[in-house]
């Protein structure tokens, strides 16, 4: 059986990610703030902590390689928005290294430290591991009330090129899925708003995403489906990127 970490798995596009790889057969080591996870199955592992702690970092690695082994794939969802919308010129420092130290940093770290352990691994179909960064629209669109977040997902996108590169010549892919509008608990605040957006005609597949459309894309990236395919972005937006006359 194949071992996937997965972060930020207690709710959102994280819990449906664990979802899916435990029904595909996977064993699922998951990290996530709360104190326990929902999740119960002799197939998955729960860490609870914190992804900007370098401490926290070690210890789900510790811990995935103690309870089942070889890490055979890696799934980077953790993520926060900020906890206020600010105008760009309002942002406070603050803000910005929370957001930072989780989305980028914490994602940049916890890869290469599972990087490390997946070069390792011997060669099984070509490959010796995968990874899949959970990234965001808002990599390449600007949202000047919450910039901080939109700095963060866009140096996600290039942790996904700078480890593709890297790790290429390990037989270990590295991509990146862009959710656009998903229904989750961090745009539950703005539902009325992307409602309106929605409605008037922004998306050509009129209708909000959900977390299980984006652990379909993770999981086709992950499992091996596209074995040629590395340092891609794949935009799960319902056509948002589309550029339309």
Not at 16 to 25: H, S
Not at 190 to 197: G, H, R
Not at 219 to 226: D, F, I, K, Q
Request: charged fraction near 25%; charge should be negative.
């Amino acid at each position: 059986m194949k071992h996937v970490i997965i972060s930020g798995c207690t709710r959102g596009i994280g819990a449906a990610c664990v979802r899916k790889f435990l029904d595909a057969g996977y064993l699922v080591t998951g990290m996530g703030r709360s104190e326990k996870s929902d999740f119960s199955s002799d197939n998955f592992n729960y860490v609870s902590g914190d992804l900007s702690s370098s401490e926290d970092r070690q210890r789900l690695v510790a811990s995935a390689l103690e309870k089942f082994g070889r890490i055979d794939a890696l799934v980077n969802v953790a993520g926060v928005a900020p906890l206020e919308r600010r105008d760009l010129l309002e942002m406070t420092e603050e803000s910005y290294d929370r957001v930072m130290d989780i989305n980028t940093k914490g994602t940049l770290f916890l890869t290469q430290a599972v990087a490390r352990e997946m070069i390792k691994n011997e060669t099984v179909g070509g490959t010796r591991g995968s990874i899949c960064n959970i990234s965001s629209l808002s990599a390449y669109t600007s949202s000047t009330s919450r910039g901080e977040y939109c700095i963060s997902k866009a140096g996600v996108s290039m942790i996904t090129k700078l480890f593709a590169d890297r790790l290429a010549e390990y037989g270990i892919p590295v991509n990146e899925v862009r959710p656009g509008i998903i229904a989750t608990d961090m745009t539950a605040k703005v539902k009325e708003k992307y409602d309106t957006l929605i409605g008037g005609g922004l998306l050509p597949i009129a209708r909000w995403g959900e977390p299980e459309d984006i652990a379909d894309a993770v999981y086709s990236l992950v499992s091996g489906a596209l074995p040629y395919v590395t340092g891609q972005s794949i935009d799960v937006d319902g056509g948002f990127h589309l550029r339309r006359l």
